[in-house]
């Protein structure tokens, strides 16, 4: 068994950055159906902008939303570009559901 890429958000903006939540990052519900993430999966959050990383849960998020919450929210500022990947135990290599998003973090493609 080796842990493999499953899902890869690259290059969204941060839109938020909220201490004041209990934890977690928000992301545009229509990202996670493309990317192939689920509510509460464990994610890696890599800051291009200041090259902090951290792992954190997903929840569902408005429109546009890239929202880090809780502690992360130190660690990541509105503006911020990241990249949001998970990753799966297998056997056999998946295909990867990788997307690159525009500005405003609308699906632009696959990558």
Known sequence: MRQYLKSKIHMATVTDANPDY???IS??????EKSGLDENELVHVWNVSN???IETYVLTG???????NGAAAR????G????????EISEI?????A???DEKNNFARYL
Not at 27 to 32: E, N, P
Not at 80 to 87: A, E, G, L, R
């Open 27 to 32: 992301i545009d519900a229509a990202l996670m």
């Open 93 to 97: 290599a998946p295909k990867p559901r």
């Open 80 to 87: 911020d570009k990241v990249i949001i990947c998970s990753f």
């Open 75 to 78: 660690k990541f500022m509105k």
């Open 51 to 53: 090259g902090e990383r």
């Open 62 to 68: 408005k429109e546009g939303e890239i929202t880090l």
């Open 99 to 101: 997307v690159l998003v």
């Open 22 to 24: 209990i934890g977690s």
